[in-house]
Nanobody, 122 residues
């Protein structure tokens, strides 16, 4: 059974840090492009960061230099380290697996996680 389970969301003040994890089951994280999307209230879902099966990473301009995407192969887990958080980062964050290119453009999202809420206060 394929499943993506996020953890690590929460509330933090501006300037703080959070670490999101996404544990995959039913497939290995290296077999797909993996990534994080977010959706703020009333807004469209947007890509935040991605990592291809060969380890190439890509980031949205709004998070470059603050967020880092990585994989823990031993735990079959995708990680998003978020530093210097801003109120504009407040959103539901979703883990995804599918097909994307080195620039982080997705052609197919096959699996979604259930989401993890991140709230950043001023």
């Amino acid at each position: 059974q394929v499943q993506l389970v996020e953890s690590g969301g929460g509330s933090v003040q501006a300037g703080g840090s959070l670490r999101l994890s996404c544990e995959a089951s039913g497939f290995t994280v290296r077999s797909y492009c993996m990534g994080w999307f977010r959706q703020a209230s009333g807004e469209a879902r947007e890509g935040v960061a991605s990592i291809t099966s060969d380890g190439t990473t890509s980031y949205a301009d709004s998070v470059k230099g603050r967020f880092t995407i990585s994989q823990d192969d031993a735990k079959n887990t995708l990680i998003l380290q978020m530093n210097s958080l801003e109120p504009e980062d407040t959103a539901m964050y979703y883990c995804a697996a599918g097909l994307c290119d080195d620039a982080g453009v997705w052609s197919v999202v096959k699996y979604w996680g259930q989401g993890a809420q991140v709230t950043v206060s001023p």
